[in-house]
């Protein structure tokens, strides 16, 4: 899937979930599109359809496109999981804690709430903390025998 509208879509298919993981192709969101154009227009006579094609293509082109890859995107990551996902080894298809914070961040944005910068300050805020949280826990570990 070839994302060229938005730059942080982008990076976050790159780097999340590879060409590679991706099940959507970009003949699959041409032929959705062909079939939304055909939709759109038989509502005109014959003879309009043509001229009512390019209309469609002109207003509604690069609105479809940039919802469909948001679209794709996020079903795509939805069932990802992070490489160091602490569940990496289990058979369950829950994400672990950190990754659903982050789906729902990912969520905000595809939905416009938020803009790719408060997308990125918050993701990094969220991985600090849960990186903050991983180095009190082997602290932890340490003291117990300590203690008993």
Not at 99 to 118: K, M, T, V
Request: proline share 4%.
């Amino acid at each position: 899937m070839y994302i060229v509208d938005d730059p942080m879509l982008a990076l976050i298919t790159r780097f999340m979930c590879g060409a590679q993981n991706a099940e959507v192709s970009d003949a699959e969101f041409l032929l959705r599109q062909i079939n939304a154009i055909e939709h759109y227009v038989e509502q005109f006579p014959d003879n309009e359809r043509d001229v009512r094609a390019m209309e469609w293509i002109g207003v509604y082109a690069q609105e479809y496109r940039r919802q469909w890859q948001k679209d794709a995107v996020v079903k795509t990551l939805a069932k990802e999981r992070c490489p160091d996902c602490p569940l990496a080894g289990e058979s369950r298809s829950a994400h672990c804690e950190i990754h659903a914070f982050w789906l729902s961040l990912l969520q905000h944005y595809i939905a416009d709430e938020i803009s790719s910068q408060e997308y990125a300050e918050n993701t990094l805020e969220l991985l600090k903390g849960y990186k903050s949280r991983l180095k009190v826990g082997p602290v932890r570990k340490q003291l117990q025998p300590a203690i008993a």
